[in-house]
């Protein structure tokens, strides 16, 4: 273990000691991580906020676990609630995220492109709801395979904080 010293908002906070995995250790275990289910962890948690906001996956510096949440538009954590978090993937909630739910998406390009501009309903009901909820989950997938860690930011993340 290390210790860091994370200073608070303000002189009057002072800093406090924390203990930190050792930076070995922490790369470590991030390249031992998958980026797809990293993303897609992350892609759920953002698709289930209408707010908007950031979804974000991270691990924990202290302990090596891997956390995904969320934190609305404009909110910050305090320093001491969120030094030991190295962010590995971060998505858009909100009015803001990526809409995989579109016809591009979701549909073969030609002749089912052509069949769904003639129709008068949803995809799902064009495509009936076990269809679509496939070919949904393939177009996250699609998503996730391209992800990859940005390992400028990690090691960036990883420099604050030693």
């Given at each position: 273990?290390?210790?860091?010293?994370?200073?608070?908002?303000?002189s009057?906070?002072g800093?406090?000691?924390?203990?930190?995995?050792?930076?070995?250790?922490?790369?470590?275990?991030?390249?031992?991580?998958?980026?797809f289910?990293?993303?897609?962890?992350?892609?759920?948690?953002?698709?289930?906020?209408?707010?908007?906001?950031?979804?974000?996956?991270?691990?924990?510096?202290?302990?090596?676990?891997?956390?995904?949440?969320w934190l609305?538009s404009?909110?910050?954590?305090?320093?001491?609630?969120?030094?030991?978090?190295?962010?590995?993937?971060?998505?858009?909630?909100?009015d803001?995220?990526?809409d995989?739910?579109?016809?591009?998406?979701?549909l073969?390009?030609?002749?089912?492109?052509?069949?769904w501009?003639?129709?008068?309903?949803?995809l799902?009901?064009?495509?009936?709801?076990?269809?679509?909820?496939?070919?949904?989950?393939?177009?996250?997938?699609?998503?996730?395979i391209?992800?990859?860690?940005?390992?400028?930011?990690?090691?960036?993340?990883?420099?604050?904080?030693?």
């Open positions: 273990m290390t210790i860091v010293k994370i200073a608070g908002y303000s009057n906070e800093t406090r000691e924390f203990e930190i995995l050792e930076r070995e250790k922490l790369e470590e275990l991030i390249n031992n991580l998958s980026p289910e990293i993303y897609k962890d992350t892609f759920q948690k953002a698709d289930n906020y209408m707010h908007s906001g950031i979804a974000y996956t991270y691990i924990d510096a202290r302990t090596g676990e891997i956390n995904t949440c609305q404009n909110n910050f954590n305090h320093p001491w609630d969120s030094f030991y978090e190295i962010w590995l993937c971060d998505l858009k909630s909100g803001q995220k990526i995989l739910n579109t016809p591009d998406n979701i073969a390009i030609g002749e089912e492109f052509e069949k501009r003639e129709f008068n309903g949803t799902e009901e064009m495509l009936g709801e076990e269809e679509y909820q496939e070919r949904y989950e393939n177009a996250i997938d699609g998503e996730a391209e992800f990859s860690f940005d390992w400028e930011n990690i090691t960036e993340q990883l420099n604050e904080l030693y």
